[in-house]
């Protein structure tokens, strides 16, 4: 995961238009930089460059490289990228070239077909404004794109292992080492922001740790793991969905969690009886068994409080990338959720 006081305070700038042009001339692309301007969104070092091609036509691309993650993690990304474009209906921008040998470049990066567009994210209010703009069933509309999205990626597993993924000779595989599902939601349990639900803390570490203890054995799928506003492009006055961005932190689990996580994405972590809620759920699920069935057996609403729960705990460490101001709003917001479904639970049992 990556570190939020990290991600708010790094640099978002730390190239020169030479060290782009270097990387330029590494390329098969008979290119030349005219302009470039950083990118201040997302955990990787981005840029949106205009470059001169060999027929003297200027053309608008985006340039990234590593940020945050390590090279060697880097290198992944524009192979997740392309074969999901290739194997897939999922909209991403072209990768026109990318170059990770060490021995060409210092630092691995890729060019990509950039897109006009803004992501949903880049409105606090993003909800309200899409409906406001396209009609009530907007976010329903959504929702159900979203079910096809991540349908269609689950469609290229199975994976073998709980970890970050690769692109191998057979498809889509786990690049370091992997560990049992069970375990990886057992790692949730470590968080030092459990300690601040109060009286409500040890209920919900009993929770997890007695479901996780009884969780059966899940098909593991490729997820993207990070389906949010902020990685959807749309346009800007139909609100057309155009690209699915940011294939980095793609890694395998069950295909259930990350219809929750994306559920709490779509909803901004709304509350647990919201109707925004609802209706994201449903056709969320609907689109989703457009491309795979979902496998409503006896145990599928308990999985999913238990995805609730693990999920929420997630958002929490991102908490500290917010003003003081907006950390204690979310922070009611996120106590009031866990809260709810502790009752829930209790009430079932």
Known sequence: MIDPIAAKNRDT????????????????????LERSEAISEGSETTYQIEVIDETNATTEVIFKTAGLSSTSEFV????????????????????????????????????MEYIDGSSLESDEEWIGTLEADCGPDALAGLART?????????????????????????????KDNSTA????????LDSPYLEYLGEIE??????????????????????HYD???????????????????????????????ELVLCEQYLTQWSSYDAERRSIVRENLYAGYERY????????????????QL????????????????????????????????????????
């Open 292 to 307: 795979r069935t979902l496998d409503r057996d006896a145990k599928f609403r308990d999985r999913r409080h238990l995805y």
């Open 76 to 111: 992944h990304e524009p192979r997740i990228h392309r074969f999901v474009a290739t194997e897939t209906n999922i909209p991403v921008p072209s990768i026109y070239t990318a170059v990770t040998d060490p021995e060409l470049v210092d630092r691995p990066f890729y060019l």
């Open 146 to 174: 979203a079910g096809r999205h991540l349908a269609q990626l689950h469609e290229l597993g199975p994976v073998e292992g709980v970890g970050k993924l690769t692109v191998g000779d057979d498809g889509i595989v786990i």
């Open 202 to 223: 040890s209920d919900v570490r009993d929770y997890i740790r007695e479901a996780t203890a009884t969780l059966p054995k899940v098909p593991l799928v490729p997820m």
């Open 227 to 257: 389906y949010r506003p902020g990685n959807l492009l749309v346009d800007a006055d139909t609100y057309e969905l155009k690209a699915v961005l940011d294939w980095g932190a793609v890694r395998s689990g069950h295909y259930e969690y």
């Open 310 to 349: 693990v999920t929420r705990i997630s958002a929490l460490h991102v908490l500290p990338y917010y003003s003081e101001t907006k950390q204690d709003r979310l922070w009611s917001h996120h106590w009031q959720f866990f809260k709810d479904v502790v009752d829930i639970i209790e009430t079932a049992s």
């Open 181 to 188: 599902w069970g375990d990886w939601m057992r790692g949730s």
């Open 13 to 32: 700038d730390p190239l020169t238009d030479e060290q782009i042009e270097n990387c330029l001339r590494a390329t098969e692309m008979d290119w030349t």
